[in-house]
């Protein structure tokens, strides 16, 4: 049975950081694209970030431009675990972060940033971000 935790959420100042870590099991951690959605009260849910598995491409990664320069994401293989740095936190960065994953195909240029993509997510965590 796959599961997907997330860890990390809580209530920061604006200009503020959090790091985000997303804990999985029953899967075949390093076959799969990771990626972290969220959504934010009355609104759809939206991409975030995402990183590639390891393949002969290298690790790729693809960011919303909302978060690019402020937010990175990582994996660790051995662990089994992805994370999202989030940096110079903003009020509009407020929402519930879920981690996704999925075996993606090669055809893929960049991690795709489609909710569709992706078939295994997690509960979720609350960041929000105060002014």
């Known amino acids: 049975q796959v599961q997907l935790v997330e860890s990390g959420g809580g209530l920061v100042q604006a200009g503020g950081s959090l790091r985000l870590s997303c804990a999985t099991s029953?899967?075949?951690?390093?076959?799969?694209?990771m990626a972290w959605f969220r959504q934010a009260p009355g609104k759809e849910r939206e991409f975030v970030a995402a990183?590639?598995?390891?393949?002969?491409?290298?690790?790729?990664?693809s960011y919303a431009d909302s978060v690019k320069g402020r937010f990175t994401i990582s994996r660790d293989n051995g662990k089994h675990t992805v994370d999202l740095q989030m940096n110079n936190l903003s009020t509009e960065d407020t929402a519930v972060y879920y981690c996704?994953?999925?075996?993606?195909?090669?055809?893929?240029?960049?991690?795709?940033?489609?909710?569709?993509?992706?078939?295994?997510w997690g509960q979720g965590t609350q960041v929000t971000v105060s002014s």
């Open positions: 996704a994953g999925d075996v993606v195909p090669e055809s893929f240029q960049t991690p795709p940033d489609a909710v569709r993509e992706y078939g295994f």
């Open positions: 029953g899967l075949t951690f390093h076959s799969y694209t």
């Open positions: 990183i590639s598995r390891v393949s002969w491409r290298g690790i790729r990664t």
